[in-house]
């Protein structure tokens, strides 16, 4: 009886989510009007933030190619719904979420960034929440779609988890697809939480430079890729966040702030938590073409060596 439940419920909020995700956005063309909007959002209830915080755990998550991490908040049983409007036609498709990730495996893959500048919750008796969010996919600092999100959660064993998650994806308007140096920033900071050192490549020209305090400066996408490739394998469990971002000239100098666990291949265990940054030079194509980072190495040192009491 249960499950045959269980099979109701998802068959419902399955049809709901697809029929609310095929809702007209002509009206909506505007960016600086979704910037307007997430200003004036209203203030969300706690549990409304939880559900908040873990559907942008999962659009980080998805941009980064995260599916290990996924696998974690999705349950095996979600369906992925899509219709990808193009020229007035939608390509519509409905799949497991099993499948979804199994054609994943191999494909070649970009980040993307997706920020949400509209929220509508509905949570039902603290057990079964519906989020539709409207959100900008961007690229490389660049809006590309406006994706209009849907999905439910359901709680079990005290734990939300995603059972459904359908959207419609649709191009903007040339005129909207300028680059947003904010959204490069918080985008760069988003790979960095990765696990996937070319994400964070990527970012750079092909023979852009990055260089850490005073070691020798990597050249090329390849060698950043191994530079940031230490890090990450140093630290699997890395978070990099934005701290702030200042421009002067034709500088550019990115505030950041690591943390995360020495638990890598022969890892001490220690946590580490150091701020920095890393100073700018984009060429024309709005990649970076030299960074220059900068961080306390001592502090760091002793923060990765020695096991704190605390």
């Known amino acids: ?85 193009r020229d007035g036609a939608s390509k519509n498709s409905v799949i497991t979420i099993g499948e979804y990730f199994e054609s994943q495996k191999n494909r070649e893959r970009k980040p993307f960034y997706e920020p949400v500048y509209e929220y509508k919750i509905l949570i039902n008796k603290g057990q079964i929440a519906f989020v539709w969010a409207d959100a900008i996919l961007h690229s490389y600092g660049v809006p590309r779609t406006n994706n209009i999100d849907n999905f439910t959660l359901i709680k079990e064993d005290g734990k939300w988890q995603f059972i459904n998650i359908s959207f419609t994806n649709t191009p903007l308007p040339e005129e909207l697809k300028k680059f947003d140096l904010e959204v490069f ?17 990527s970012f750079f020209s092909e023979n852009g430079v990055l260089q850490i305090n005073d070691g020798s400066p990597a050249k090329g996408t390849e060698e950043i890729t191994n530079v940031v490739k230490g890090f990450m394998d140093a630290f699997p469990n890395m978070v990099v966040s934005m701290d702030s971002l200042t421009t002067k000239l034709d500088k550019t100098r990115f505030y950041w702030t690591l943390t995360g666990t020495n638990n890598g291949l022969n890892g001490t265990g220690n946590k580490v938590k150091i701020s920095g940054f890393e100073e700018w030079t984009l060429n024309k194509d709005g990649l970076i073409q030299e960074s220059k980072g900068y961080f306390d190495q001592k502090e760091y040192n002793r923060q990765f060596e020695f096991k704190s009491d605390k």
């Open 185 to 201: 920033a918080k985008s760069y900071a988003q790979v960095w939480c990765s696990q996937r050192p070319n994400f964070v490549s």
């Open 1 to 85: 009886m249960k499950i045959t439940l269980r099979n109701v419920i998802l068959s419902l909020v399955v049809f709901s989510s697809l029929f609310i995700s095929c809702e007209s956005n002509q009206d909506r063309t505007k960016l600086t009007e979704k910037v307007t909007e997430a200003q004036e959002e209203k203030i969300l209830n706690p549990e409304e933030q939880e559900i908040k915080a873990i559907v942008e755990k999962l659009l980080m998550l998805v941009g980064n190619s995260d599916f290990q991490g996924l696998d974690s908040i999705i349950s095996d049983k979600a369906n992925l719904a899509s219709a990808i409007i």
